[in-house]
């Protein structure tokens, strides 16, 4: 007689489960009545799932918790600020990127002519085959005031003309290449994601209810959404700090803009000019700012939010100050929220 004979695992006994199983529907049946046929069933699951191994839970039918598929990684999400790779060597010019789905719409501020005033561009961009986005380089121009968006704005007032192709190919979630065709002649630059606080990771998808997200990262246009077309601002919220691309007219705008209060946000607008659009070689040291004004965000919640603006002269289109309301443009919905 051995004294110390380890125990037999139940998975090496080709017996031991119908053996087990059996003495439990013995011990039920003795114990039980008809009349608790449905008590009897759950306790006979509840004792295989407990003392049956899970190598054998098979044959009864029991769900192994270790066959339960894992969990899916988000999809890589490329939206926010985006600048010339190395970071920094190209400051003044830049891409902001709102990125819904398998769509991304990019707008490009940059500068033309030989006085190298404020050019932007926009691009709405599907996901090719090969993972990068492509779609066409279009521009928007309104001729005559009303400048600044101000008023009942209509895109009626708009001259939109096509004006290339683009393609951003991405390496990483914040390296890629931004390639383009304008006007015929062909450029790219290496890009990489702008970095000026706590980076925010965003996903398409994750919070149906906009009003519930705590980062204001996105695209944001005139409320209610669909009211005013044709001009926006792209809004890029690191930490207590936002910085703000205004896609209005005559020029786009930027705004720094620090908290100064619950959801409020102040900072002053900045008119650029810079090297004309599109040289292979930037020179920074020639882009200019001005200071044409003021500007504060203040959010009420996630998705809806107020755009106070007062532009002097400096803005290149006189003066303004007038107040908008503002929402996410969805265009892929439930949308994207960054936290």
């Known amino acids: 007689m051995k004294l110390h004979q380890p125990p037999r695992h139940r998975d090496s006994d080709p017996n031991g489960l119908p053996q087990f ?35 054998a839970r098979a044959e009864l039918g029991v769900a192994r918790p270790d066959a339960e598929a894992a969990p899916q990684a988000a999809p890589a999400n490329y939206q926010g600020l985006w600048w010339a790779a ?7 010019w830049g891409l902001n990127i709102a990125h819904q789905g398998d769509v991304i719409f990019a707008t ?17 961009m599907n996901k090719q085959a090969d993972g990068s986005y492509a779609g066409d380089l279009m521009q928007s121009f309104q001729p005559l005031p009303p ?45 990489t994601m702008q970095v000026f606080g706590p980076l925010p990771t965003c996903v398409w998808g994750a919070q149906p209810d906009l009003t519930k997200a705590t980062n204001y990262t996105d695209l ?17 919220q690191q930490g207590d700090v936002i910085f703000a691309t205004w896609f209005t007219y005559p020029y786009w705008m930027s705004v ?36 044409a004004g003021t500007a ?10 107020t755009f ?11 003066t303004a100050i007038w107040t908008k309301q503002i929402t996410r443009q969805v265009f892929v919905p439930p949308g994207t929220v960054c936290q």
């Open 21 to 55: 199983v059996s003495a439990l529907l013995r011990a039920l049946c003795i114990a039980g009545s008809s009349g608790g046929l449905t008590v009897r069933a759950a306790l006979i699951a509840a004792c295989v799932v407990a003392a049956v191994p899970t190598t």
């Open 220 to 236: 944001w246009w005139a409320a209610p959404a669909g009211n005013e077309p044709g001009w926006g601002v792209f809004i890029t």
């Open 147 to 191: 400048w600044y968006s101000t008023g009942a704005f209509s895109a009626s007032r708009l001259v939109i003309t096509n004006r290339g192709t683009a393609v951003l190919t991405f390496s990483s979630p914040t390296t890629g290449t931004f390639a383009f065709v304008r006007d015929g002649n062909p450029g790219i630059n290496a890009i």
């Open 108 to 124: 490009w501020f940059t500068y033309a002519g030989i006085a190298g005033l404020p050019q932007w561009y926009f691009m709405t």
């Open 86 to 92: 190395p970071a920094g060597s190209q400051s003044g």
């Open 256 to 291: 720094t803009a620090t908290k100064t209060g619950p959801n409020t946000f102040s900072g002053t607008l900045i008119r650029t000019i810079g090297p004309a659009c599109c040289s292979p070689i930037f020179f920074s040291d020639v882009v200019t700012r001005f200071d």
């Open 308 to 318: 106070f603006y007062a532009v002097n002269v400096l803005g290149g289109g006189g």
């Open 296 to 305: 504060t965000f203040t959010f009420t919640d996630g998705n809806n939010a």
